[in-house]
């Protein structure tokens, strides 16, 4: 039997942003942290880096296939498949 992890160690995937007018394919490593795809992600899609106040902006990952929140500490192996799509979107804290 073929193990599928070593002949594709990258998975394939795709991201958007809320509004669908930032829209990105990419490759990411099985043993990414979803921290270190948002980061490359901000980057690739030109997201801003900074709030409106200047204060640094996070961003989340939703996985659409699962209607979930991806949590930062997981790896891309483990939550992902081969042409997942993601949704981008910032942090938003009320008041």
């Keep these: 039997m073929t193990n599928v992890t070593a002949i594709h160690p990258r998975l394939r995937l795709k991201a958007r942003d809320l509004t669908g007018q930032h829209q990105y394919r990419f490759t990411a490593p ?5 921290r270190e795809v948002v980061g490359s992600l901000v980057q690739g899609m030109g997201l801003p880096e ?4 200047g204060e640094p902006q996070i961003f ?36």
């Design 50 to 53: 900074r709030d409106s106040s």
């Design 60 to 95: 989340h990952l939703y996985l659409d296939r699962q209607g979930r929140h991806l949590r930062p500490d997981e790896s891309v192996g483990e939550a992902l498949r081969d042409e997942d799509e993601l949704t981008v979107h910032p942090d938003v804290q009320a008041g």
């Design 30 to 34: 099985r043993d990414a942290s979803m």
